[in-house]
């Protein structure tokens, strides 16, 4: 199994447009993390879904964020317009059942607004 | 709710010498726990879980953490550190459901040659 995976691994964009980073989750998990990591937050989950529905978004930051999941194998966490405080570097994670077996990462997307 | 707090959000040991990383979670279940490890400019690799079997639970890389739930802790140890375990170290917590785990804050391990 090729793992999580998450393109592309770096984005230099300017402020204002849109970014959109991609996810590709193991084949068979039913459970899709959104998670952000910055050097003053540390991690932070954004939002997960469970058989392509989302079921809590309490941590997307604001409406700036959307998140879609149109299958079992893609997501897509989308930021528009893009401000230089989004820069950070962003990971998707799926499992099979997370309290059993944990969560696989991403090697993640690296993220800068300028 | 659940939560897991990390004792010490840096560690500083000498290469060959033992490593400790504390950790202790609070839950109103009994819950999974695992530890993460994460390298520089790395994803999350996790390293070691338990699940509610043998409480001295062996991980990779000579790892392993002991569940005491009396002392709701689980803390990571390795007898002998190398170099290459310089690392950010996360404990994690699992929910009640079993839907979604709780991340620490972390802990940097810095090991000196």
């Known amino acids: 199994d090729a793992g999580v995976i998450q393109s592309p691994r770096h984005e230099v964009t300017e402020m204002g447009q849109e970014v959109t980073l991609r996810c590709k989750p193991i084949s068979g998990h039913d459970y899709l993390f959104w998670y952000r990591q910055t050097m003053m937050r540390g991690l932070e989950l954004l939002i997960y879904f469970n058989n392509n529905v989302p079921i809590d978004d309490s941590g997307m930051p604001e409406d700036r964020f959307s998140a879609k999941m149109p299958n079992a194998s893609f997501s897509t966490l989308k930021i528009q317009p893009s401000e230089p405080r989004d820069s950070a570097v962003y990971f998707c994670?799926?499992?099979?059942?997370?309290?059993?077996?944990?969560?696989?990462f991403g090697s993640g997307t690296r993220l800068t607004v300028v | 709710a659940q939560s897991v707090t990390q004792l010490d959000s840096h560690v500083s040991v000498s290469e060959g010498t033992p490593v400790l990383l504390r950790c202790n979670y609070s839950s109103s279940y009994s819950p999974s726990l695992f530890w993460y490890v994460q390298h520089p400019n790395k994803g999350l690799q996790l390293l070691l879980k338990y699940t509610s079997a043998a409480t001295l639970v062996k991980g990779i890389n000579g790892f392993e953490a002991e569940f005491k739930k009396s002392e709701t802790s689980f803390h990571l140890t390795k007898p002998s550190a190398h170099m290459s375990d310089a690392a950010e170290y996360f404990c994690v917590v699992s929910d009640n459901a079993g839907n979604m785990l709780t991340f620490g804050g972390g802990t940097r391990l810095m090991v000196k040659p």
């Open positions: 994670a799926s499992s099979l059942d997370p309290g059993l077996y944990g969560y696989t």
